[in-house]
Structure formats: C-alpha cells, structure tokens
C-alpha cells in the first residue's frame, strides 16, 4: 500500500493530499466547454458606457498617442484602451464622508465594508483575453493595474488591494467581456495576512526572503514551468489544484510600484505565455488568478509579491469546504511538466 502524499504550504498552514491513485493526467480535464451564449447587450463593449458608472480611470488613443484620463461632464468617450469604472453593486463601497470620520471597525467581529471595489476592463474587443491578447494590449493592462494600485493603496483607510480576474462562468465571470477586478479592503484579509506574517517570521530567522529562497529552489525543480530573465513559473510544490501555477519576479519587491518598463513588459509576456500555455492544454479552462502584494513599507524586507493562476478543473466538494483542506489529484511535478512541454512545442 502506497500512501497519498501529504504537503503543506510553503508558508500557510494549508494542506493538500496529492492523490495520485487514479493518476490522472492534466489532459483528461480538458472537455468539450459549452458556448456561453452572450446574453442580449454587453455594458463593457464600446458604444454602451453609458450604461456603467463613470470610469475613474481610462486610456484614451487620441492621435498615436495614449493618454491618462477619466470620464467627466456626463461625457463618456469611446476612444478608450482600457477602462476601470466603480463595480455597480460593489462588495465595498466608499466612504460616504469625505474626512473619513466613521470608524470601520466596530468590535472584534463587526465592521463597515468600507473600500473600492473596481471594473478594469481590459480592452474594447470583447474577447481579448489574456491569452490572445495583443501583447500591446496585455502591457496597457498590466500598466492599468499598476496605475489603480498606486491610487487605491496610498489612501489613508485602505490596507489591502486585491486584483484579480475570473475566467469563464464556472470560475465566476458574469460578464464575459475582457475584464479583472480591483477590491481594496479596510485590513488585510486572511491568507495574503498569513503569507507576510509567516514570511517575516522566515526573514526574522534567516535574515532572507523566503520568495527568493523558493525562486532558487523552483528553478533547479521538476516543478519549473518557465524561466526568463525577469521571472519564473513554477507548480508549487503543494498545489491545490491541477494545473496550479504562480509567477515570482525575480527582482525582490513587496509591490508592484517598483518595477521598471521593461520588467512590466516581461511580466506582460510571461502572463500570456502562461495562460495560453494553460488554454492550449486543456482546453481554455476557467481560472482564476490574483495578486498577492503588500502595500505595507515595512513589509518591503520580508514580502515578495507573486501571482497566482488557479484553473478550474475540478469541482471541490464537502471535504474542502468542510475542511479547508484539499484534495489535487494531479502531481505538481506533472502538472508543470505538462505546462512546459505545451509552452516549448
Ligand atoms: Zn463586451
Ligand atoms: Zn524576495
Ligand atoms: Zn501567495
């Protein structure tokens, strides 16, 4: 009797069994993926503004330039690149006080979901995912994320800035119109919290960072899926899910406000390297992806952001959420192997 293998988190208290009894391999997730039928009239396409609120943040193309702007007036240009505009139903919602007078949190258990909660909607073509994506386009995004994180994090009550995108209906896309999300929090919600304190308890021990510790050891792993002058992809090593990848910059940084043009180019490149890796495989699976990142300065020693991609391949059930803890029938080990073989033909 051989036992599933029981890994934990590099950093989380997380586990995974990694059961590979019906060994099965990442391809035979791929599956014939139903047509969504685009419902009537999308509000993210070009021509139809006005039916979201106004953007904070748009890209306009005016005579071969791009230029930073925002809509005004009641007016809602349509010469737009990228568009970030207020979510219409907005899971935290701003301060209706200027001065920012109301406490957020009430008790230890109660508080105001005070925040932002942001569309950034990532090109006027519909379908321009990031794997098909026009890299020029993919770097306007990336741009766009950077520019919104810098905003949203320098004000006084925000604490954390999730970005994140949902592919498809099943990973939670309601829109399937080209787009991510930026939610900024009033604390650090838990698992991004439990990375930085156990990163600075490693950087406390080691007086190092334990990102840049995993960089080194992924690189010389079986589980490396793509290493490039400025980042890496790998599986990690207890993945929760098949196909599971994250992408480190191998330049040290707590956040993305440190990054040079030509890195944001590479992270562009790398992204859809990635994810057209991952729809070529398996078939453009749903997925999931955000940003771990920390806007806090003294984090800047210990933390080091990432990203990291979640296919939807299989459907967690009662052990999981009974649990919070998982169950990945695909090794890492292959997962990555797969990945890179896709990535190389
Ligand atoms: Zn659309
Ligand atoms: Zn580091
Ligand atoms: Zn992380």
Redesign the pocket.
Known sequence: MVYNELRKDYLLNRWVVIATERSRRPTDFAKQRAESAQNGV?P??VGNEHMTPPAVMLYLKQNGEIRKDKDHDGKRPKNWLVRVIPNLYPAFGPYKHADYREEIMKSESFGYAIGHHEVLVESPN?DEDPADAELSQLKLVVNAYIDRFRELSAKPYVKYVSIFRNYGQEAGASLS?AHSQIIATPFVPRIPAEEMAASKNFYVKHQKCVFCDIIEKETKSPRLVLDNSHFVVFAPYASVHPLEFWILPKKHGANLLGLSKVEKEAFAETLKTSLKALKDLVNDPPYNYGFHLSINSEAEDYYHWHLEVYPRLSIWAGFEKNTGMYINTVQPETSAAELRKTIQA
């Open positions: 999308c993210l396409c519909h119109h």
